[in-house]
């Protein structure tokens, strides 16, 4: 009896329907998006392959099915490697990033262009279905503020609330309504 209590905790752990997951785009398809025909926002996830704060917002954040519903269901969920050598155009702008063999990694410069001066990692763009910046976001952030956050822009309460006003009527006005929609809740 002990063993299958065991068995059924680990099957638990270890099934993939249990675990929520983002289907993240690269760079290149998101700039290959027809801008003219989308109707979803774009996300930009900026990271780095030694940025311990970004492994635990993929582990922790990502990995929440509410974060995952939401951006699978609104956004252009883009993976951008901030240090890589992608190459690609953004709103007829051409990014590369080219670096000699045994270089030290380098910030690409998309990752420049859109975060200036304030490169850290992890940091996200938000932009709207055209590919115009709508807002940028710095530092680890837990499941449920990413979610209000995400929540914020994707449904346009950004154009009715400010965001200290959302903060106080989101988790007995807007988080049921968003629940609902994202077909989580009752």
Same mark, same amino acid.
């Given at each position: 009896?002990?063993? &299958? ?12 329907? !249990? ?22 926002? =774009? ?32 956004? !252009? ?10 190459? &690609? ?20 410069? =998309? ?15 938000? &932009? ?24 914020? =822009? ?8 400010? =965001? ?23």
């Amino acid at each position: 009896m002990k063993k &299958f209590f065991i068995l059924l905790l680990l099957a638990a752990v270890m099934c993939p329907a !249990v675990r929520a997951q983002v289907k993240w785009v690269n760079i290149e398809s998101a700039s290959q998006v027809d801008k003219s025909s989308n109707k979803k926002m =774009f996300f930009v996830d900026f990271s780095t392959s030694w940025c311990g704060w970004c492994k635990k917002m993929e582990r922790e954040t990502f990995n929440d099915p509410v974060v995952a519903a939401i951006l699978n269901r609104y956004y !252009v969920p883009v993976h951008f490697d901030a240090e890589g050598n992608a190459s &690609f155009s953004w709103n007829g702008t051409k990014y590369s990033n080219t670096q000699n063999p045994g270089q030290k990694a380098q910030t690409h410069p =998309f990752t420049r262009a859109i975060l200036g001066q304030k490169i850290g990692y992890p940091s996200f763009a938000i &932009f709207n279905k055209d590919g115009g910046l709508k807002q940028i976001l710095q530092g680890y952030q837990n499941a449920y503020d990413f979610s209000m956050i995400l929540w914020y =822009f994707c449904s346009g309460d950004n154009d009715r609330y400010t =965001f200290a006003e959302y903060q106080q009527v989101f988790q007995e006005e807007i988080k049921p309504v968003m629940m609902k929609k994202l077909g989580l809740g009752k």
